[in-house]
């Protein structure tokens, strides 16, 4: 079995995860000193966000050498002692990288833009056109029009993020040379996979106006694979919002000719108006979110690969989205991850998760986030009042996982000994790593446990997935099931008590874990979970 099909693997935020230097910002160095807290947790392998060099428009997703680090987070020796530290602990580092665009500062836009006949002018998307009508009206993620007018030019070159993120052109088969020799630069510097940002928008279409999953889309994953890490026992994770099922299985066949697995994001998309953003709100549906976990658990069984996740660096903090971060703050922490990890997949755990780490409330001049601050000006410029578009931004801003992690209740939660780059949650005196691992109930605990559960049965890897109680309004359960054994996963997704048939608890359920004392009894307080295990009659 792929190594990657029973790890963890834990997504570190750079800039706010450890600073070792005191300038405000996390650094390697600062994720090295943390490794033995990693370990203790138990993870498999860090996905690590974009350390490259960088001007930092997008925090690294705007990269302007792939080969280099940026000073902010050190140096090139420090990665490789990261990742040799790590080796240690047997934890492998994966990289994030972004080949749909770079910054508009790498050297290859640079000499593009200087003239149409340099070698790299196609290296990007460039379209004739005159000021102020570009040539459609595609519209780029984080707001504005996806064409920006370069005047030397009289052309216009695309972008589906910032202005600053230009396209790169992946029909140009040298720029598709030049990215597989930067995977292979990593891949010999010893490092355990890489996690693709935004894959399934790099076979765009400007001029019928596609931008995922484009005609060449899996001719290009499938020709990176043979020329990079293909055959490798790599692991690969394409992010890729458009994935349905079909395309799903696509890029994860157990055959292994695109990536291990996806982020798939229908399930994280259940609380937002339909057709409308992220920012228009809406209650999530506890029946909606089991229609899309059963789909996607059945659906990929035997036939691809999933990925576990309710965090990242670009979501809200799941105990306050889908939880209740006051006063079931833990055990709702502790539901959510059991809901999870009960379910075929590789789990990601995104800093800070594994504390219960929350939401934050800033000013509006307090945010970082290029996306949050050109949507509070566009709505507020469309009329919005300024509580409504504050309250889409408490609930979504991707500033809420972005604040730094909370290791003590020492001064800026031990994060750094400088200023921080972006605030502090004030909750870091009751929330840290360090409370937490002094106190063998907290949230961190029930992760470590949970962990070391995936690694010791099997039925976490193999086992199928039969949803349970389906019209239940309060509980999400389900059953893994394998020849001799059955897993229960029985989870109050409510702030209510609940009650549950009890025909399903088995003959004689064997309690792995539980966010509160197991009784067998069918009653169930607000947000209490458990999973049992039953050995079945041979
Ligand atoms: O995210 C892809 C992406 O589509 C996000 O912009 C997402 O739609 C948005 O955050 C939801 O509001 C990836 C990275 O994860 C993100 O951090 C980058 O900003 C983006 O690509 C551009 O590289």
Redesign the pocket.
């Known amino acids: 079995m792929e190594w990657w099909k029973k790890a963890v693997i834990y997504q570190i935020y750079p800039k706010s995860f450890m600073d070792s230097d005191g300038d405000g910002f996390g650094d390697l160095n600062g994720i090295t000193s943390k490794l033995d807290y990693l370990e203790e947790l138990g993870i498999d392998a860090i996905w690590l ?1 974009p350390v490259y060099l960088s001007p930092q428009v ?2 690294g ?2 990269i302007s050498d792939y080969l280099q680090i940026d000073p902010m987070f050190g140096t090139m020796e420090d990665m490789d002692l990261l990742i040799s530290e790590a080796k240690k602990r047997n934890i492998r580092i994966i990289m994030d990288l ?1 080949l ?2 770079t910054s508009d500062h790498h050297p290859w836009f640079r000499q593009a833009i200087q003239s149409p006949d340099s070698e790299f002018h196609d290296f990007y998307v460039f379209r004739d056109g005159n000021p102020g009508s570009p040539p459609n009206d595609m519209r780029a ?2 707001g504005g029009s996806a064409w920006t007018y370069v005047p030397s030019l009289k052309q216009y070159y695309f972008h589906q ?2 202005e600053q ?1 230009p396209d790169l052109n992946w029909d140009n088969i040298e720029v598709r040379k030049q990215l597989y020799e930067i995977i292979n630069f990593w891949i010999s510097k010893g490092v355990g996979g890489f996690r693709f ?2 894959i399934d ?1 790099i076979a765009k279409e400007p001029d019928l106006e596609i931008t995922a999953n484009g005609p060449l889309l899996h001719a290009y994953t499938r020709e990176m694979n043979q020329n990079t890490f293909g055959g490798r026992n790599m692991i690969t994770v394409g ?1 890729t ?1 458009s994935a349905d099922i079909q395309s799903a299985r696509e890029f994860s066949d157990p055959r292994g000719k695109e990536f291990s697995m996806v982020f798939q994001f229908e399930h994280i998309q259940l609380d937002q108006q339909k057709g409308k953003e ?1 920012w228009d709100l809406a209650p999530l549906f506890l029946s909606d979110l089991k229609d899309v976990i059963n789909k996607w658990q059945t659906g990929l069984y035997n036939h691809g690969w999933n990925s576990l996740f309710w965090n ?4 809200p903090r799941i105990v306050s989205r889908w939880g209740n971060d006051q006063e079931y703050r833990e055990v709702s922490a502790k539901m959510l991850a059991t809901l999870l990890y009960g379910l075929q997949g590789t789990p990601y755990i995104y800093q800070g998760e594994e504390l219960g780490m929350t939401n934050i409330k800033l000013p509006i001049s307090e945010y970082k986030d290029l ?1 949050t601050l050109n949507l509070y000006h566009d709505r507020i410029a469309k009329g919005y009042s300024e509580a409504e578009v504050m309250q889409s931004i408490y609930a ?1 801003s ?1 500033d809420n996982a972005r604040t730094p992690m909370q290791w003590s209740d020492s001064s800026n939660a031990g994060f750094s000994k400088g200023n921080p780059w972006l605030k502090i949650n004030p909750n870091y005196r009751e929330i840290n790593a360090e409370h937490e691992l002094s106190d063998p109930n907290s949230v961190f605990h029930y992760y470590q446990k949970l962990i070391k559960l995936r690694r010791q049965y099997d039925i976490f890897t193999e086992g199928k997935f039969h949803l349970l109680l389906e019209n239940h309004p309060q509980i999400f359960a389900y059953e893994r099931t394998c020849k001799t054994e059955r897993l229960l996963v029985i989870c109050n997704f409510s702030n209510k008590p609940a009650e549950f048939p009890n025909n399903l608890l088995g003959d004689s359920p064997e309690l792995l874990i539980s966010n509160l004392p197991f009784t067998r009894s069918t009653h169930l307080e607000p947000y209490q979970s458990f999973m049992v295990l039953n050995h079945l009659p041979k």
Not at 312 to 315: A, K, T, V
Request: with cysteine; aromatic share 16%.
């Open positions: 966000c997008d925090n997703y705007d972004v749909n665009h993620c984080f993020f910032a993120q940002d935004v928008q992010e919002w992220k990242n660096h670009d979501l996306e979504r991707r």
